[in-house]
Every structure is written in C-alpha cells, then in structure tokens.
C-alpha cells in the first residue's frame, strides 16, 4: 500500500519524471529514498539498484532499514525478482548473508566493498609509526586502539569497546 502511494506522489511529479527519462538506471545510496528510487524505477521502467549499508531489521510487514532515526521501509515483495528492484548492493559477504536470512533473493545481492584510496590512505612506514608512537610517549608494547566513524550504535563502536575490553583482560602488554 506504501509502494502505491509512492508511486502515486510520483506520478504527481510527472515533469520530474520526463526530466528522469533519458536515465538508464535508477540508483539509490540511502534507506531514506528507496520507496521513491522503486516507485520512479516502476514509473521509468527502469532497473533500480539499491545499495545496503545495513543488516536486515526483520518486522511483521517487512524489513526496515534504519540510518540514525530516519526509518525506510520497502515491502519483502519487493525484493524479489521480475521487480523494478534489479540489484542490491552490500558491503560484505556477511550482509550478503544476513539479507538472504531475511528472506531477500541471493540472485539480486551484489557484494560491492567499501572503497578506500590506497594511494592517499596506506599503512604508516615503521619510522612513521615509531615516530607517531615517541611524540605520544608510547611505547612499541603498548596496544593502540582507534575508531573512524559516527558514534552511533550502527557503527559497532560497543562491540569495539566489549572486545577492546576483553584484550585487556587477556592480555599483559600495556593497552
């Protein structure tokens, strides 16, 4: 029903949609948008590609996809083949797996990882490291832990803290 009234509110857009036209794919990259990029897919007859960034939240009348306290819901029918949902893209293999578990075709997910510039972001040389290491007074036995991302439970940043945790307590080099 959801699904409908998207596609209904699109229809509404019809000049944005003539604009769309000349498109070849339809590509979604936030849970925000999904509904929308399915609907204008169906509205265009093109192929929708919707990119995953998060495990499956499995609820009675779907999955959800939860980033920060934006809530997106497609319908599990959605997601299954002969759809305007041509393709899901997931970070990981283990995603890839826990939206099979979901109930999600495996045919349409499509395992694409994170990219990283290895030219601009590469493991410091040991003169590097040793010298980060002295100009903060640590020594080479000393555990570094270091965290990148939005402190959000998402992120994982409790399970980083439980086994940071869990060295400590099984381990004697200084943490």
């Known amino acids: 029903e959801r699904a409908s009234q998207t ?10 949609l003539r604009a769309l036209d000349g498109v070849d794919v339809v590509y979604s990259h936030a849970p925000d948008t999904f509904d929308l990029a399915a609907a204008v897919g169906r509205a265009l007859r093109r192929p929708v590609v919707l990119h995953l960034h998060l495990p499956p939240f499995t609820v009675r009348t779907g999955w959800r996809a939860v980033r920060g306290r934006i809530r997106a819901r497609l319908e599990s029918g ?3 083949p002969g ?6 893209l997931v970070v990981s293999d283990a995603m890839r797996t826990r939206w099979t578990q979901a109930g999600v075709d495996r045919r349409l997910l499509h395992v694409v990882p994170n990219g990283v510039d290895l030219e601009r972001f590469r493991p410091a040389s040991p003169a590097q490291r040793a010298s980060a ?3 903060r007074g640590l020594t ?9 991302g939005r402190l959000q439970a998402t992120k994982g940043i409790e399970q980083l803290l439980t086994a940071f945790g869990l060295l400590e307590r099984r381990t004697t080099r200084p943490l």
């Open 140 to 148: 080479e036995e000393v555990v570094v832990l270091g965290f990148v």
């Open 78 to 80: 959605a997601l299954r």
């Open 7 to 16: 596609e209904r509110l699109a229809a509404r857009f019809d000049p944005a």
């Open 133 to 135: 290491r002295a100009a």
């Open 83 to 88: 759809t305007s949902v041509a393709r899901l």
